[in-house]
């Protein structure tokens, strides 16, 4: 299923009376299956926009919608992962994974098939009873992963997802998210702040601007058609066209801005 934006803007109106116009006119189509990572500078609306093809914010003009039907509110099918992990941590790992599917009325004994099968997807086997305050950041980050999955989503939203981890841990989730992504075949649509992170993950970059913000750079990544996505992380990063594409959209971000 394709989401698409049509001429979608957003505007806030601050205690103050103040009008904060967020996101400028946006047409953008995300194709069923592809993975797509969106960079910007802070405040440019990338949030904004995820809010909204999540249906938690009406945009205050144009239309969101998945093929041709509107996003008016949120949906099991287009699945939300925070940068924080926000579990319950009165509950163990494999009850935070069955919630979704709680709240839709599955069966005891499927829901806890489907979590156990999510958790092995993304390393958490042996951590089902434990309590969520018991796991480390990036194994929490797992279990909100595995939560978005077993609701078995069409769409995957995903919010700086992976921002307050360390560079190891957030290395290793990359590459667990590259091959979830392949194997469920999903589509990701992945805000963050770090270029790299949107070069190595995504088949497609979007560079929005400054408030309010807009698309500047829509980038097709073809990297993985020259090396493939099984070399090695560090390898892939370290190629040319890598740090050139890197480098680019790097540019395009700090173009006119003052460092």
Not at 139 to 162: H, S, W, Y
Request: glycine share 8%; with cysteine; charged share 25%.
């Amino acid at each position: 299923m394709s989401l698409i934006l049509d001429q979608v803007s957003q505007r806030y109106i601050t205690d103050g009376g103040e009008v904060v116009h967020a996101l400028a006119d946006t047409t953008l189509t995300v194709d069923t299956g592809s993975f797509v990572c969106v960079v910007g500078p802070s405040g440019c609306g990338k949030t904004t926009l995820l809010k909204i093809l999540a249906g938690f914010l009406k945009p205050t003009g144009g239309q969101a919608s998945v093929d041709d039907e509107p996003i008016t509110a949120p949906s099991w099918k287009r699945g939300v992962v925070f940068q924080h992990a926000n579990l319950y941590p009165w509950l163990t790992v494999r009850k935070n994974v069955e919630l979704g599917l709680r709240f839709r009325g599955i069966a005891p004994a499927k829901r806890r098939e489907v979590a156990e099968e999510c958790l092995a997807l993304v390393g958490l086997v042996g951590f089902e009873d434990k309590k969520t305050y018991e796991l480390s950041g990036g194994m929490q980050q797992r279990t909100q992963i595995a939560r978005v999955l077993a609701n078995d989503p069409e769409i995957i939203l995903m919010d700086e997802p992976f921002g307050a981890l360390d560079a190891l841990t957030r290395e290793r989730l990359q590459m667990d998210l590259l091959r979830i992504s392949r194997e469920r075949r999903k589509t990701v649509f992945f805000i963050t702040h770090s270029v790299e992170e949107a070069v190595f993950l995504g088949d497609r970059v979007l560079v929005m601007s400054p408030r309010p913000g807009r698309v500047v750079l829509d980038e097709e990544v073809r990297i993985s058609q020259t090396y493939g996505r099984l070399l090695p992380g560090k390898e892939l990063r370290s190629t040319p066209e890598f740090v050139e594409l890197r480098d680019r959209i790097a540019d395009q971000i700090y173009e006119g801005q003052e460092l």
